[in-house]
């Protein structure tokens, strides 16, 4: 039965991607990037990953919205409805919400990204919020921008974007564990220290002393003790003073 299921969700997926390439090529690209974001996304953040203005990017969607593959989760998409001049405009302040009308049409529309480029535009995606995010509000937008660089974290080629995305782990595990998101802050830690190299330690010890610190704490926290000796027998290993150790 299991493999029916499968057979059938994969048919499914299929005639569903057929349907979406009959969609005006403009409203194709923004729910290509919209399936990189997720299940539920907002135009503000489809606006600055597609590089389009809110009203661009609305417009770009209508279509998808008329043919119900996406469903508004605010009030402000009725203003369209309600227009039908070229000269409607939406307020940069009017965010709205959308979710896909199922996931199916979410993963027809990914599985319309070409599988060699589909790494590629999750990092762009992550740079592009990246760079749209100030420092103030990092910590409120850190899990959806570090997701989308660990998706696309094989086609990072610089020295400079493997240390931020180290960074951003860290800060992604630390506020996963203070969500008591254990399990989730486990993770983001073992990325950060996937992307360790030799010579990590005496570039910037701070860091990497903290990431090995918070990744023992949140694998204490999910029973991974194994792992946590690991993690605590490279600590000892790299330091010398007792402050450090004594975590």
């Not at 969609?23 to 194709?28: G, N």
């Not at 417009?59 to 009725?78: H, I, N, S």
Request: net charge negative; with cysteine.
């Amino acid at each position: 039965a299991g493999v029916k299921e499968l057979a059938l969700t994969d048919d499914v997926v299929e005639f569903m991607a057929l349907q979406l390439q009959k969609l005006p090529l403009e409203t194709l690209y923004v729910l290509k990037l919209a399936a990189c974001v997720g299940s539920q996304f907002d135009l503000e953040t489809l606006a600055i990953v597609s590089e389009r203005s809110h009203n661009d990017t609305a417009t770009d969607l209508w279509k998808a919205l008329q043919e119900g593959l996406v469903l508004p989760q605010t009030q402000v998409y009725k203003f369209y409805l309600e227009s039908e001049t070229e000269n409607r405009k939406l307020e940069e302040s009017q965010n709205i919400t959308y979710i896909f009308l199922h996931d199916r049409v979410q993963q027809a529309a990914y599985a319309l990204i070409e599988d060699k480029d589909k790494q590629g535009t999750h990092l762009n995606i992550g740079q592009l919020l990246f760079n749209s995010t100030p420092d103030n509000k990092l910590d409120e937008k850190i899990f959806a921008i570090v997701n989308q660089f660990n998706l696309g974290k094989s086609q990072i080629t610089s020295s400079q974007q493997r240390e931020r995305l180290i960074y951003l782990n860290l800060l992604a595990g630390k506020k996963a564990r203070h969500s008591s998101a254990y399990e989730a802050a486990s993770k983001y830690c073992e990325a950060g220290l996937e992307l360790l190299i030799n010579g990590d330690w005496k570039r910037d010890f701070t860091q990497v002393l903290e990431l090995h610190t918070e990744a023992a704490n949140s694998n204490c926290l999910v029973g991974k003790f194994d792992l946590v000796d690991q993690l605590v027998g490279t600590i000892v290993d790299n330091t010398t003073k007792l402050v450090h150790r004594g975590k």
